[in-house]
């Protein structure tokens, strides 16, 4: 079996599913698992949705309608005829929502945000194989939560492999054209979990292992893995062959190409994962496999934008040593701060973190008691990887530069827009 899967991106409108259709054409669809995420940025629109729920906001009703229109639009231009049992689908599903809304009593913000996060991807899956079988290729529409079971760590679910992979041996059918959720699974009551943002390519590699696929493709606007992100890199070129350990640095430090979860199961068990152009869906892209990167390695470019430096002293010259950091970390993780880069020195430590659930100021509230805390909010961070000074210098360029680490293969820049 093949697992392909389709991001936000590649189905964020009726061009875009009626391309899903000609990609399948071109490729095939024979023993074919599809993995699909919701339509262009739907997930945020979600997000927005459920800030409107929990500020009570009197903007909640058109938020939702908004999602709802953007869909019918969709669904308007792929059927033209009203009558398509996918009308009604699709509005059961947003009934559901509705239903969800007006009901909820929990005031647990994370479980509430997975269940109507999930609505993207039960939509865009509903519509895509209505499509298909409107096109003429049989589906069968997967709910992937019957399958993927997961921990009720909510919006970042830890996946249960053991049930996982007894919920799918064997229970794939093979003679159709499979179609299912990326980034959705559940936990032991049956609520629905998310994988953390941009999982889908995660649930790829998830299928991919316990089904022994024999290849994982994601579809691309680009055309496959490149040394930088060509959204902000001019000359970025194409990697045609990387190792599973140079796509995990890459995906490591943030090249969003590829989610860094994906590569992890791929490798175990030596499945290829083909990263590929939906728009030139026949040119071979980038492999991922086994073995030594052949090409001489090209500096690769990664930015993570939005970073939070954080330089913590002690407060009375005392070093700072295992305790302190393994006190430092604890709370860190607490906090869900994600590191990304850290430097210390006798009395003073400075790490680079992620602060995706807006959780630092009640973890500054308690670092402050014990340390001096100097942060610096909005700096990038830059990461090269066979890095040499002409690269170096390509970043550094009109930036203030607040951090440099270099190590043998990688250089990591923490800077400033000036
Ligand atoms: P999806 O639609 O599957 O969610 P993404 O938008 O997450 O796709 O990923 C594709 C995007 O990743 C590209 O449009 C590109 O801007 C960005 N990207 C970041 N780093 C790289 C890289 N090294 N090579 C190619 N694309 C990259
Ligand atoms: N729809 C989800 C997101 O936007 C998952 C994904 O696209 O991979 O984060
Ligand atoms: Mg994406």
Known sequence: MRVFKFGGASVKDAA??????????????EDVLVVVSAMGKTTNALEDVIKNYFDKSPELNSSVQEVKKYHNQILLDLFEDETNEVF????????DLEYFLAHN??????????QIVSYGEIISTTILS???NFKGIKTEWVDIRNYIKTDSTYRDAEVDWELTQK??????????????QGFLGSDENNFTTTLGREGSD??????????????????????GVMNADPRYFENASLLNHISYREAIELAFYGASVIHPKTLQPLQKKEIPLYVKSFINPLLKGTAVAKG???EPYLPCFIVKRNQLLISLSSIDFSFIMEENISEIFGLFHQFR?????IQNSAISFSVCVEDKFGNFNDCNAILSKKFKVDFTENVTLYTIRHFNEQAAQTVEDNKTVLLKQISKETMQIVTKEN
């Open 16 to 29: 875009g599913i009626r391309n899903v259709y000609d990609v399948l054409q071109q490729v095939g669809y």
């Open 88 to 95: 009604t689908a699709a509005n059961t599903h947003f009934n």
């Open 105 to 114: 009593k929990s005031p647990n913000y994370n479980f509430v945000y997975d």
């Open 130 to 132: 209505h499509f298909m």
């Open 167 to 180: 919920n799918i041996a064997g229970n794939f059918k093979r003679n159709i054209l499979n179609i299912t």
């Open 202 to 223: 995660y649930t790829a590699a998830i299928l991919a292992y316990c089904l022994g696929a024999e290849s994982v493709t994601i579809w691309k606007d680009v055309p």
């Open 292 to 294: 030594q990167d052949l």
């Open 337 to 341: 701060l994600k590191v990304n880069l």
